[in-house]
Nanobody, 122 residues
Framework: QVQLVESGGGLVQPGGSLRLSCAAS????????MGWYRQAPGKQREPVAT???????NYADSVKGRFAISRDNAKNTVYLQMDNLKPEDTAVYYC????????????????WGQGTLVTVSS
């Protein structure tokens, strides 16, 4: 009933930038927290950045000062601007949105995107 579509991943050289997007569609009444997570090969998925509905943000220490999360509530979209990328940022990036739906009943759904690969290499 609710789907997330991610875009923006790719190959970039160290020091470069990428912008990820994640748009929600479907039976959406409202969206609460949004976030980005990543999973590198052989490692567990870890949180990268989160943003709540009022705009407060939180970042992993490893990306503070380099990444910026933002949201467009009118478009049900969350963004991740990634600057000064490093090889250790290489991972599959997943977005997550907490969606309030009223169809067929009112409830909250934790929805994940399909993932987008970010590769930082020279």
């Amino acid at each position: 009933q609710v789907q997330l579509v991610e875009s923006g991943g790719g190959l970039v050289q160290p020091g470069g930038s990428l912008r990820l997007s994640c748009a929600a569609s479907g039976s959406i009444f409202s969206i609460g927290a949004m976030g980005w997570y990543r999973q590198a090969p052989g490692k567990q998925r870890e949180p990268v950045a989160t943003i709540i509905s009022r705009g407060s943000t939180n970042y992993a220490d490893s990306v503070k000062g380099r990444f910026a999360i933002s949201r467009d509530n009118a478009k049900n979209t969350v963004y991740l601007q990634m600057d000064n990328l490093k090889p250790e940022d290489t991972a599959v990036y997943y977005c997550k949105q907490v969606v309030r739906t009223t169809i067929p009943t009112e409830r909250y759904l934790e929805v994940w995107g399909q993932g987008t690969l970010v590769t930082v290499s020279s």
